[in-house]
T-cell receptor, first 111, second 110 residues
Framework: SQTIHQWPATLVQPVGSPLSLECTVE??????LYWYRQAAGRGLQLLFY??????ISSEVPQNLSASRPQDRQFILSSKKLLLSDSGFYLC??????????FGDGTRLSIL | GENVEQHPSTLSVQEGDSAVIKCTYS??????FPWYKQELGKGPQLIID?????GEKKDQRIAVTLNKTAKHFSLHITETQPEDSAVYFC?????????FGKGTMLLVSP
């Protein structure tokens, strides 16, 4: 069966520091991969999605970037974190169009 | 782009009652409508989904209805239990991306 892993589960970073969040999927090939941010108030905002290695679509211009160095690995990065980058970051995968399956997220706090 | 509205934002029911959450969407080309349940500190979990060629789908105590003409769909939970308490999200899709509603916090009191 397919599983999705995100780490770390919790992260506290100072303003201006770099960020790297990693997501990996097991048990499937060539998945679509997604990064979402969920701010307080519960809504999910799509940040990036990828349909293949090296193919990244950005939905919202911001301080973050994404990369897909391997088929089942998706990385969310920032060179310099802002206070506004705080939130709950979720990775998801789908085998084709739908449905999407989510990981358990990373709680990011910026101090 | 797609816009999804979800109501109510909060819903409190007694154990055993039914709960209904409603969503509307704007893009008539949307053809896939999933519902997710999110418990505190966890990622959303898919609980049921429906495609535009079907008007209703049921899975035990959970059912979803879709009205394509009116562009709205609903989640129905019968015989609610305290473990149903969570935040529920609806979403709509025309391709490989989803547009989510803002969520409904369901509280089931024993």
């Amino acid at each position: 069966s397919q599983t999705i892993h995100q780490w770390p589960a919790t992260l506290v970073q100072p303003v201006g520091s770099p960020l790297s969040l990693e997501c990996t999927v097991e048990g499937t090939s060539n998945p679509n991969l997604y990064w979402y941010r969920q701010a307080a108030g519960r809504g999910l905002q799509l940040l990036f999605y990828s349909v293949g290695i090296g193919q990244i679509s950005s939905e919202v211009p911001q301080n973050l970037s994404a990369s897909r160095p391997q088929d089942r690995q998706f990385i969310l990065s920032s060179k310099k974190l802002l206070l506004s980058d705080s939130g709950f970051y979720l990775c998801a995968w789908s085998g084709g169009m739908q449905p999407q399956h989510f990981g358990d997220g990373t709680r990011l706090s910026i101090l | 782009g797609e816009n999804v509205e979800q109501h109510p934002s909060t819903l409190s029911v007694q154990e055993g009652d039914s709960a209904v959450i409603k969503c509307t969407y704007s893009d008539s080309a949307s053809n896939y409508f999933p519902w997710y349940k999110q418990e505190l500190g966890k990622g959303p979990q898919l609980i049921i989904d429906i495609r535009s060629n079907v008007g209703e789908k049921k899975d035990q105590r959970i059912a979803v209805t879709l009205n394509k003409t009116a562009k709205h769909f609903s989640l129905h939970i019968t015989e609610t239990q305290p473990e149903d308490s969570a935040v529920y999200f609806c979403a709509a899709s025309t391709d490989s991306t989803l547009t989510f509603g803002k969520g409904t916090m369901l509280l089931v009191s024993p």
